[in-house]
């Protein structure tokens, strides 16, 4: 029998919601907790959440918390939040004096202002010591939620913390797998964003199944690029934190970031486009952040440079679509 620990949930979001779910039916101590106040409350009243899952209740094993402090004393703590409030909400966690001895992340994506990935604000905030965790794959919230089965990666700093974590959402209808390439975990899982915006943006002028499929595959290699000069291992990339939440995320209306390429080639401003989708859109953050990174480090990403000119204002769909095709020819593997 798998050991049982103690977790909580930072996050009540859709995402956040269905991670709670995962530990709670793994037999562990599940709190959920969110700086909104009234959503917690909320599903504390009617057992269900107030904007997601259409009124199904929650798993019973999962605990809503209201109040923050040292009197909270548990195994791991699970960020599942907006990834550019990431640091406020470790930050958080950090002076309510709240007792844990592991980090944990589910937010996907880099900071826009230090280009920092998760794993590094975790290290800002909290110190070199404390073990850390990164989860991702190709997974919506929806479905989780419903018990549906699912796959996840999980990249730790130690091989402890990932083994653990694995052995917690283990489960009949969710199946973890662990790696070291915690970089490469997080990097799949942030950039794919893009390429679904550009998938998007594809799918929304019209251009067709070849184009799509050609903008994932090529796609693939710019993630893969990014994080090699990053440390990462290249075949991470080819797993479900690359290539399957890439394939998911490029293709399946669920995707706001797909949604959002799609009405930005209808609508044109960036805004209206986000308003549209009425959803956070990782991705538009993520692009402009990987491309100042990428201009810094010299790495040759086309597509989510153009995708980052679109979101500046620099470009239009179809030029950034005129400049993609009319690149110098270069080896496949450039």
């Not at 974590?165 to 009949?172: A, F, K, L, N, V």
């Not at 390429?195 to 594809?202: E, L, T, V």
Request: aromatic content about 6%.
């Amino acid at each position: 029998m798998t050991e049982s620990f103690s977790v909580m949930v930072v996050g009540a979001g859709a995402w956040g919601t269905a991670i709670a779910s995962v530990f709670a039916r793994g037999g562990n101590e599940t709190l959920l907790w969110d700086r909104d106040r009234d959503t917690i409350e909320a599903i504390k009243s009617s057992g269900s959440h107030p904007k997601f899952f259409g009124g199904k209740k929650l798993h019973s094993g999962i605990e809503l918390v209201s109040e923050l402090g040292n009197d909270l004393s548990i195994d791991y703590i699970i960020f599942v939040v907006p990834f550019q409030r990431l640091r406020s909400a470790m930050t958080t966690i950090h002076k309510s004096e709240v007792q844990f001895t592991g980090v944990v992340c589910a937010s996907k994506g880099l900071e826009l202002e230090s280009n920092a990935l998760a794993h590094q604000i975790a290290r800002d905030v909290f110190g070199v010591s404390v073990p850390f965790a990164q989860i991702s794959g190709p997974n919506f919230a929806s479905e989780v939620f419903d018990e549906k089965p699912a796959a996840v990666a999980i990249g730790g700093n130690t091989d402890d913390i990932a083994k653990v974590i694995s052995g917690m959402m283990s489960g009949d209808c969710f199946r973890p797998y662990v790696t070291r390439d915690m970089v490469g975990v997080e990097i799949g899982g942030a950039l794919k964003n893009i390429i679904a915006i550009a998938a998007g943006i594809s799918d929304g002028m019209g251009l067709g199944s070849n184009a799509r499929a050609a903008l994932i595959t090529r796609g693939l290699g710019e993630i893969a690029r990014f994080g090699e000069a990053l440390g990462a291992d290249p075949q991470t990339f080819m797993g479900l934190s690359g290539m399957g939440d890439l394939v998911l995320t490029c293709t399946d209306d669920q995707s706001r970031n797909r949604r959002f390429g799609i009405a930005l080639t209808r609508l044109g401003a960036v805004e209206n486009a986000k308003n549209e989708v009425g959803e956070l859109v990782e991705g538009a953050s993520t692009a402009v952040a990987v491309n100042d990174m990428a201009v810094r480090l010299e790495i040759e990403i086309p597509i989510i440079s153009q995708v980052a000119a679109i979101l500046n204002g620099d470009s239009s769909p179809e030029d950034a679509v005129r400049e993609l095709l009319t690149r110098e020819l270069v080896s496949e593997h450039d």
